[in-house]
């Protein structure tokens, strides 16, 4: 009778725990909470590769919009970088066969990705120019395998980072073509049909996700109309309750231009978006290394690279208010990663080997910022709170204005083996001796976190 009890006891819970399903308007896709696995992680490496790869060129602009600017646009300076360096009558899909990738390994861009301490990856499956880095069956001869590489780059790619990392597979999309002709339609047709939508971004979305089983789906290009248009909230039930990443799959805002920075899975509002304080929702600071483009371009110079103390600083603000940061590389056209992107990526893996503690599965703290010293953020683990000093004290005291510390607190450096001596200041806060340390025994050199325990607050 017992036995009986507990197991009908555990039949409805676990019946109510399955029969969710989500229905396909923004109150029910919303009510979806975030699989557990995105919070934890907190670093995501970005890609940028497709067609733009082979021009590379910016002018300080976005290399990834070469075509827009070239096309639409007619900007002069892309007009006379065509006019110079191609045959008239050049245009932008011979390009295409020149997206050669003959050194890409998808295995060394796992092992390069696998080493920055990131635990996610969101390749560019398609980009606005609409190429497709897959041999999709809807985009005849404007694919990988098609012309170009002549390779099921997204295929490779997922497939190394499953079997050979511990990182999570992850797909950007974008749902708007500017030069596909349906899409044009409909565009004139003020989105009133859905040519587009029905035949091409519907299908190759679930030939992705069935395909590849992408664990995140990082949607955009939606701005120019409605999530109503997109069909947004019927593909995303489909993904939540159907598909084969239903349990695993976290997405984006990017959904239409009623849904960015309010629908969806977490929010990503704009482009480098950093708040700069705690948020109610889950959000994602995408960023870029280059400072300023997404895809490679030959055009970049040295200073126009974030520096890794820039890039650990950014990191610890987006987490001690609740974000994950995913930062982007642009590969060539060969598929190589230069090692300027990938020194950074290997200096903030070294970063993450000493002071991941302080930002792995941790939460934001009951203040980010400290009220005096404006070079720290935190973030808490259990009843651990994190100090993360952006610069090395001057003296040798470090002041903290927000923790109030009990008779058992205790302060220690990450990676250093002593522990610190404090004093409790008498208007608030600590005041942590800082001994004097020899370079060759520092922890690491950006960016240090101090753990402290025993806190009253
Ligand atoms: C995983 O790594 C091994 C050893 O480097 C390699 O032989 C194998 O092809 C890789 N698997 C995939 C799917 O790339
Ligand atoms: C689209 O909207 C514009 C502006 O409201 C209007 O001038 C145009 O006639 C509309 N086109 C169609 C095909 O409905
Ligand atoms: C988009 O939605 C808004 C309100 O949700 C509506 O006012 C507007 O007409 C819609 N635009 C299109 C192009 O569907
Ligand atoms: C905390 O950060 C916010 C946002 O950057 C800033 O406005 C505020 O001045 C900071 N507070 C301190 C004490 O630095």
Same mark, same amino acid.
């Given at each position: 009778?017992?036995? %009986? ?64 600017? %070239? ?173 084969? $990443? ?59 690279? %974030? ?11 987006? $987490? ?64 651990? $709170? ?27 450096? %990450? ?43």
């Amino acid at each position: 009778m017992r036995w %009986l009890i507990v197991s009908l006891v555990t039949t409805i819970v676990i019946s109510t725990c399955f029969c969710v399903r989500y229905e396909p308007n923004w109150a029910s896709i919303d009510s979806r909470p975030l699989p557990g696995w995105y919070d934890d992680v907190k670093l995501g490496i970005f890609i940028h590769w497709g067609v733009f790869s082979v021009p590379s060129y910016s002018r300080k602009l976005m290399p990834a919009w070469f075509w827009l600017y %070239l096309r639409e646009m007619k900007l002069p300076d892309y007009i006379e970088f065509m006019e110079k360096n191609y045959r008239p009558g050049f245009t932008y899909a011979d390009f295409a066969p020149q997206l050669t990738a003959e050194f890409f390994d998808a295995n060394r861009w796992a092992e390069i990705f696998q080493s920055s301490g990131a635990e996610y990856i969101v390749f560019t499956a398609k980009h606005h120019e609409g190429y497709t880095n897959w041999p999709s069956k809807y985009s005849f001869n404007w694919n990988s395998m098609a012309v170009g590489p002549h390779k099921d780059i997204v295929g490779e790619l997922a497939a190394a980072i499953k079997m050979n990392t511990s990182l999570h597979f992850g797909l950007y999309h974008s749902l708007f073509e500017w030069f596909n002709p349906l899409y044009l339609q409909d565009k004139a047709n003020n989105y009133t049909t859905s040519y587009f939508v029905d035949r091409k971004t519907l299908p190759e979305l679930y030939e992705l996700i069935n395909t590849y089983q992408p664990e995140v789906i990082w949607s955009d290009g939606d701005w120019e109309a409605n999530s109503s248009y997109w069909k947004s909230t019927e593909f995303l039930a489909w993904l939540y309750n159907d598909s084969p $990443v239903k349990d695993t799959v976290v997405t984006n805002d990017r959904w239409g231009k009623d849904s960015t920075c309010h629908h969806g899975g977490y929010l990503t509002c704009a482009d480098r978006y950093q708040p700069g304080k705690l948020q109610k929702r889950k959000w994602e600071n995408a960023m870029t290394i280059d400072g300023q483009a997404w895809g490679f371009r030959r055009d970049v110079t040295y200073s126009q690279f %974030l520096s890794i103390h820039t890039l650990i600083s950014t990191f610890v603000e987006t $987490v001690s208010c609740g974000g994950n940061m995913l930062m982007n590389v642009g590969p060539t056209k060969e598929g190589f990663i230069d090692p300027i992107f990938e020194e950074r990526l290997w200096q903030f893996g070294e970063w993450m080997k000493v002071n991941g503690e302080a930002i792995r599965g941790t939460r934001p703290w009951k203040a980010q910022n400290d009220t005096i010293n404006s070079n720290i953020w935190y973030t808490m683990k259990g009843s651990d $709170v994190y100090a993360i000093v952006l610069e090395w004290p001057q003296g040798d005291t470090l002041t903290l204005g927000s923790p109030i510390p009990s008779t058992s607190t205790t302060i220690n450096l %990450l990676g250093y083996p002593d522990q610190f001596q404090y004093t409790t200041r008498p208007s608030g806060g600590i005041d942590i001796k800082i001994p004097p340390i020899p370079a060759n025994k520092m922890p690491c050199q950006w960016v240090w976190s101090f753990v402290i325990t025993g806190l009253m607050n």
